[in-house]
């Protein structure tokens, strides 16, 4: 079974982690989930507070699940992949300083692998390079990608080559389809 990379850290989203790891099996891909040391994960729910008064600016965190991560960054070996789903969450803030995880997601983006993001998962990206790129993400972090010499595009999904990425876990269903679709088309 082809396999698909998932980097995650402490903070990974629930919504934005699960609906993939569960999905990509369904069509044939084995989600192999890796993070700074192979141990569990705790993983947080994101969301605004409904008719909280005073109203959040922000979305709320709350504790979540927990996911395995099998393997350590310094351990993935990336021809054993043939793509990378990255989540979102607070995770991607912290392990986008992870050397071994930075190089990884270059060899997704340069070597044409499919690599989809979403939420937050951009600022992972950012870090690796994504200059000359379209992407879309959470709104919040438009001048993230802008600074990192990407385009914004301010739409639910946005398809560039071999990236797609999504701006939250509201646009699951179809951010995985374009992602499985590349998956498809490059992978088996």
């Known amino acids: 079974m082809p396999k698909i990379l998932m980097p995650v850290g402490d903070a990974a989203e629930v919504?934005?982690?699960?609906?993939?790891?569960f999905?990509?099996?369904?069509?044939?891909?084995?989600?192999?989930?890796?993070?700074?040391e192979a141990r569990f994960y705790h993983m947080v729910l994101h969301e605004p507070p409904p008719d909280s008064n005073?109203?959040?600016?922000?979305?709320?965190?709350?504790?979540g699940y927990h996911i395995e991560a099998t393997l350590a960054f310094r351990d993935v070996r990336v021809e054993e992949y043939v793509g990378m789903f990255v989540t979102g969450g607070r995770a991607p803030e912290y392990i986008r300083c992870d050397e071994n995880l930075l190089?990884?997601?270059?060899?997704?983006?340069?070597?044409?692998?499919?690599v989809a993001s979403v939420c937050t998962g951009m600022q992972l990206l950012t870090a690796a390079g994504v200059k000359g790129r379209r992407v879309t993400c959470a709104p919040k972090f438009a001048s993230d990608v802008e600074n990192a010499g990407a385009t914004?595009?301010?739409q639910p999904v946005v398809v560039d080559g071999n990236l797609v990425s999504g701006q939250t876990w509201h646009v699951n269903t179809e951010l995985l389809k374009e992602f499985i679709g590349l998956l498809k088309k490059t992978a088996c």
């Open 54 to 63: 005073p109203p959040w600016d922000c979305t709320q965190e709350r504790p």
């Open 103 to 114: 190089g990884i997601t270059r060899y997704f983006l340069e070597n044409n692998k499919p």
């Open 15 to 21: 919504n934005d982690t699960f609906y993939a790891y």
């Open 23 to 36: 999905r990509l099996p369904e069509d044939g891909f084995e989600v192999v989930v890796a993070g700074p």
């Open 152 to 154: 914004y595009v301010n």
